[in-house]
């Protein structure tokens, strides 16, 4: 159960959710990130076929690692908590897609008002709707965004995030969980929108616990 932070029993203080099948989670503030990455390495090396060479298996074990621990670092310097990401192929396809909860965004006291700051931080995002999850009336939040300039990513990605009133703060606060995906090349392609929808079920499974 990731933590959020310590408060009062009625404060939520980490949540629980139940990510796809094949996918896994890296802690990104955490002694144990190198550890949850050589987990996922290892997860991973046994897809590969057995009769490879054991130095081509090394190579592949050191270039994952060089390539999740990237990831992760610009995941943790980009607020994030948690990251989230497929570690096996479904249907024998590699699933271009990840997700981080990142943390908390703090409001400025207690006579701030929620409900409009909610709004200032959906506003000019790109599309967004209310939701509900879990009791917490949230924002969902979706655009498609161009690669960087300075990117080696030559494709647009389909994002989508939900940002959440945490429940039970004397100081109003918003935990953000944002989903990114390339799809197939094509942000708009059935195979994007699979994914996306894979995200919204993930969503529905969001629960958060209490002290």
């Keep these: 159960m990731p933590e959020l932070d310590e408060r009062s029993s009625s404060t939520a203080v980490g949540y629980n959710l139940v990510p796809p099948p ?15 990455i050589l987990k996922i390495i290892d997860r991973s090396i046994k897809n590969l076929p057995q009769d490879l060479p054991k130095d081509d298996i090394s190579k592949a074990r050191m270039e994952l690692f060089k390539q999740l621990k990237l990831v992760a670092q610009q995941a943790a310097k980009a607020n994030g908590l948690m990251l989230y990401l497929p570690v096996e192929r479904i249907y024998g396809t590699y699933v271009p897609a990840s997700f981080v909860i990142s943390a908390p965004i703090a ?12 709004n200032l931080l959906a506003a000019d995002r790109g599309d967004n709707e209310s939701v509900d999850v879990d009791g917490s009336e949230g924002k969902r939040i979706e655009r498609i965004v161009p690669p960087p300039d300075d990117s080696e990513v030559q494709y ?10 945490i429940p039970g703060n004397p100081t109003p606060g918003w935990l953000t969980i944002a989903f990114s995906t390339v799809g197939d090349g094509n942000p708009e392609s059935e195979f994007s929108e699979a994914l996306v929808d894979v995200f919204d079920a993930v969503m529905t499974t969001f629960r958060w616990s209490y002290a």
């Design 22 to 36: 094949g996918w896994d989670h890296i802690p990104l503030r955490s002694d144990s990130t190198n550890d949850a």
């Design 107 to 118: 409001g400025a006291g207690a006579g701030v008002d929620a409900d409009q700051v909610l």
């Design 156 to 165: 647009p990605s389909r994002r989508v995030e939900y940002v959440l009133p």
